[in-house]
């Protein structure tokens, strides 16, 4: 076996601090299309319980994105709707 990589390496540290991170996603920047083109991007699993839901981020967003994009929406939601009741409280 090859010795790490240098993107294998930061992988493995991405994933000790963010565990939703899916082990040999990793993609560097890359001069190719699409979204992350310009950057480096992994594919994480969604937190929500139950959903098995993958997506794949840029590696700077993975400390806010913990869900699929349909689980973003509705925790959003949620938390919204949360934060009301609380400013309703007297
Ligand atoms: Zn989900």
Redesign the pocket.
Known sequence: MAAKTALETDELALSKKYPHIIKGTIRDVSNGKGKFHHKRSVEIK?T?KG???TRRVATSDLAQVK??E??TRSERLRRRRAARLVTVEV
Do not use: Q, R
């Open positions: 969604c929500f959903c098995k839901e869900f699929c349909e689980h």
